[in-house]
């Protein structure tokens, strides 16, 4: 046989070690396919709420391709581990350096190429059922199948290039200098673990300095401490496995009590050794399953904007006429057909603005005229759109600023009015929405009924609200006065309007956008961690096997064997999940302060959903493992 | 010219008890000869051949290979050596399971880029001497110990190497397997002025060499040569095993 031959025939007939890695460069390549049908699907790019969701989608794209990368690297370096026995073996019978290069690169090609064609053909025949939810998710009605030749061409040349890289990679990775080792890899026993004291209390400092920030972040502070807590987290992780968890199991150790009990003294002892062994592959795991958490969480979490948007808009839909022109009536009787032809039923008020000129004011920057609103009216609002509020009613000059906003930062602000130069000083806030920002585009006060009638405005402008029970009702009414559900004021178009309900659509389908990317992303993420805890185990497998295969020697019962491997697989697959759901729990905490609402609900669904998927995993794997070990024991 | 050349051959492994695997090994072997190396476990016989093999390195002393010292080359021309002058057959026979019987054996002219006409005709020389003509196209699960032992073998000579270096060669077989292995080593020692080095401690394998090297403690302990007849030597051999094993102080069992 010639050498291409060899190596060929070496990588096709040696099917199970490769099933594994090939089958996650095949998944890799069929996710990063099935994006690439979206974006450059020509049904999708029509649309302008859909640019967004193509920048998103592109993004996501580069992130699953820079992983998929270091994932592949991860999981070659991983076989060439587990095959220096065989290379000792053509070492010996004389293989150069540069022909086990070329053989290592050869191979590497073959897999990547038969990924990619594989990983193609998945998202051709997947394809249709992932346009089918994407369409659903994104609210576009059925997306019809449309084979992308740029979609193709894209996976196929990007990942033609990733596999290229690896192969120049891998060649590095094989390092011989002196064949016994090669021989002896798998038969050398590992060296004992050794523990710095000090890194140890490193880690557990840094962990708990960015627990404490996390837990305490304000809106503010969030995006100062973002990346350092971010830095440290990751650097805490670290050396808590590589230093903090062997320490702590060396202390179990010395308990003799409780080490020489039972099957203790088996699992500890091989925890101790495998903790250190294993620390990178765990902090890897880790740090990419609180990713995923984040990824997720962070977008579930958005569900509360949603639930807040009732809040955010007293009256469902909001008229601010600007001048007294017949047109408003007219614009307003359309409103009102419409709402009439949907059968929807409304109340209407309206209220008046007076715009009070400023002279000065201790904020940075002075507006010229601010509107204001008598208390009264503030309660009528407040009270046609249902909210309870408890507040007393203003005397004299006391002020409340106008809320415009869920949450907005105000701050204390004092006007000086041009109007005998009265002095009015901001200090709280209402507690409710009077106007939506959409509506009247700046700040406003709310005054005492009796300084409004005092108060002589330089504009006065009539604000016309409707209120109804629900306010997805409304979306698209009033299509013809407003596209988009909001306007600003041009000389043809003299007022403003918010669709609360049009505005609400727009949003939950940003929202289901990004929550689609960010499931797909935290899924790829998820089974990565999934497939680097599969790579370990298999990696250790012989070792396992002559390692369990000298205890039954001594006297171990099936029932034990089973014991201490399912205490150990239980540790492999949860301490690293259970310190990300750690790691996750106190970003979310950084995350609330930026929500009203309480947004625990979505969080728990998040995490438990995942917990759920990583017992599934555990199961399956143990179910595997321990036949595959006691094919080899009697 | 000697084919091979062990002078003050030492190897010691470090680590936190430094151990004194081989200590002032001298020998030589001629062209054509089969000799054969013995001696209780833990005296060092693998070690020594894995030095000579390249497998490992010596911590002191020259090795001289057709003139060569391998361990003086460098990375590339080790390997062409180990192609050109060396072949190997190891106890637990190192086949690739990945391939064929046929494709086992050509592997070092593989290696080497031989056309695939040449490689047939030293393939059918090969197989057709160790009767495995016809088991060429099957896997290695596929075929007894004793098969798996003369693949091994033709894998070894396939290549015409200058030295044959062989660990317990028949460890792994059963009576008739290991008899059919020796002898059809002794056949190509014979027919093809084959140099063997065998390290075993079956002294049946061992009455089959030349003459047999005993090994005790990393050093030399004696020689034996073979003279006409292979009963007495295996006598002899045994004998020796027995002094070597026991006390210095026991009467030797020498038959007279």
């Known amino acids: ?634 | 010219m000697s084919i091979l050349t062990v002078d003050h051959l030492e190897k010691i492994y470090e680590g936190k008890v430094a151990h004194k695997a081989l200590d002032n090994i001298n020998f030589s072997v001629e062209k054509g000869e089969f000799v054969g190396v013995m001696g209780p476990s833990g005296s060092g016989k693998t070690t020594l051949l894995n030095l000579i093999a390249t497998i490992d390195r010596p911590t002191a002393g020259e090795i001289l290979i057709n003139g060569k010292n391998p361990h003086v080359l460098n990375r590339k021309e080790t390997a062409l050596f180990r192609r050109h002058e060396l072949g190997f057959v190891f106890q637990h026979f190192n086949l690739l399971d990945t391939l064929t019987v046929e494709e086992n054996i050509v592997l070092p002219l593989t290696l080497d880029g031989e056309s695939i006409k040449e490689m047939d005709k030293k393939l059918q020389y090969v197989t057709k001497k160790l009767g495995i003509d016809s088991i060429l196209k099957k896997r290695t699960y596929e075929i007894s110990g004793g098969q798996m032992q003369r693949t091994a073998i033709a894998r070894s000579i396939i290549h015409k190497p200058s030295l044959i270096l062989a660990d317990e060669p028949t460890g792994n077989l059963d009576s008739k397997a290991s008899k059919d292995v020796m002898e059809t080593i002794t056949a190509i020692n014979k027919e093809d002025q084959a140099t063997v080095l065998m390290v075993t401690h079956d002294p049946f394998a061992a009455s089959y060499c030349h003459r047999v090297i005993f090994i005790k403690d990393g050093q030399l302990y004696n020689e034996i040569y073979r003279g006409e007849n292979r009963q007495a030597f295996f006598q002899k051999i045994m004998d020796m095993l027995a002094l070597l094993g026991g006390d210095n102080r026991d009467l030797s069992t020498v038959r007279l």
């Open chain 1, 1 to 634: 046989m010639t050498f291409p031959q060899f190596v060929y025939r070496n990588v096709v007939r040696n099917k199970r070690t490769y099933a594994a890695h090939f089958l996650s460069s095949a998944f890799s390549v069929m996710i990063f396919f099935v994006y690439a049908l979206f974006i450059f699907h020509p049904d999708i790019k029509k649309g302008v709420a859909n640019v967004l969701a193509i920048q998103l989608m592109t993004a996501a794209e580069v992130i699953m391709y820079v992983f998929s990368f270091l994932f592949v690297l991860y999981s070659v370096s991983t076989f060439l581990k587990s095959r220096k026995r065989e290379f000792g073996i053509l070492m010996m019978h004389g293989m150069t350096r540069g022909q086990l290069n070329k053989m290592v690169f050869l191979e590497n090609m073959i897999i990547g190429i038969s990924a990619i064609v594989a990983g193609i053909g998945l998202g051709l025949i997947t394809g249709k059922l992932f346009l089918m939810i994407g369409s659903q998710v994104v609210g576009m009605g059925d997306l019809p199948f449309y084979f992308s030749t740029k979609a193709l061409l894209l996976t196929a040349i990007a990942f033609l290039i990733l596999f290229f890289c690896i192969s120049l990679f891998t060649t590095a990775l094989v390092r011989v200098n002196k064949l016994i080792d090669l021989f002896q890899a798998g038969v050398k026993p590992k060296k004992e673990p050794k523990v710095s004291v000090l890194l140890s209390i490193l880690s557990a400092i840094l962990l708990l300095v960015s627990y404490y920030l996390a837990a305490t972040a304000t809106m503010q502070t969030l995006v100062f401490r973002m990346l350092p807590v971010i830095a440290m987290t990751v650097i805490g992780t670290y050396f808590f496995y590589t230093q903090l968890s062997v320490f702590l199991v060396k202390l179990l150790q010395r308990n003799r009590g409780l080490f020489w009990k039972k099957t203790n003294i088996v699992t500890i002892s091989s925890l101790a050794y495998r903790l250190k062994d294993n620390a990178r592959m765990f902090f890897m795991v880790t740090i990419v399953s609180t990713v995923a958490f984040c990824a997720v969480g962070t977008l579930a979490s958005m569900n509360v904007m949603n639930k807040q948007f009732d809040k955010a808009f007293p009256a469902e839909i909001s008229y601010r006429a600007v001048d007294d022109q017949p047109i408003h009536q007219q614009n307003l009787k359309q409103i009102e057909t419409e709402l009439k032809a949907k059968e929807i039923p409304y109340t209407m008020n309206q209220v008046q603005l007076k715009f009070v000129a400023i002279a000065s004011s201790t904020d940075r920057y002075t507006p010229e005229k601010i509107p204001v609103i008598s208390f009264a009216d503030y309660k009528k609002i407040a009270k046609a759109a249902g909210y309870k509020s408890i507040e007393k009613p203003l005397v004299g000059t006391n002020v409340l600023e106008m809320r415009t906003a869920s949450f907005s930062n105000w701050e204390e602000i004092t006007y000086t009015l041009k109007q005998d130069q009265i002095k009015l000083a901001q200090n709280k806030s209402t507690k409710n929405v009077v106007v939506p920002m959409q509506v009247i585009f700046q700040s406003g006060l709310v005054v005492s009924d009796e300084l409004y009638a005092k108060l002589t405005p330089v504009d006065t402008q009539t604000l016309t609200g409707f209120y109804t029970k629900n306010l997805e009702d409304t979306a698209g009414i009033g299509k013809g006065l407003v596209e988009d559900s909001q306007s600003t004021v041009t000389d043809d178009h003299p007022f403003v309007m918010a669709v609360s309900g049009t505005l609400y659509e727009y949003q939950m389908t940003m929202y289901k956008m990004m929550l689609f990317v960010a499931l797909l992303i935290g899924a790829v993420f998820f089974i990565a961690a999934g497939s680097f805890l599969y790579f370990r185990l298999y990696a250790d497998l012989d070792y396992d096997r002559r390692h369990y295969l000298t205890i039954t020697k001594v006297g171990l019962t099936d029932r034990e064997l089973n014991k201490i491997v399912t205490q150990q697989l239980l540790l492999l697959f949860f301490v690293p999940i259970i310190v990300a759901f750690v790691h996750s729990a106190f970003a979310f905490m950084a995350l609330q302060s930026f929500y009203q609402l309480s947004i625990a609900k979505e969080i728990v669904v998040v995490l438990a959903s995942f917990l759920v998927a990583q017992m599934i995993y555990f199961f399956v794997i143990r179910y595997r493992y321990l036949r595959n070990l006691k094919k080899t024991l009697i």
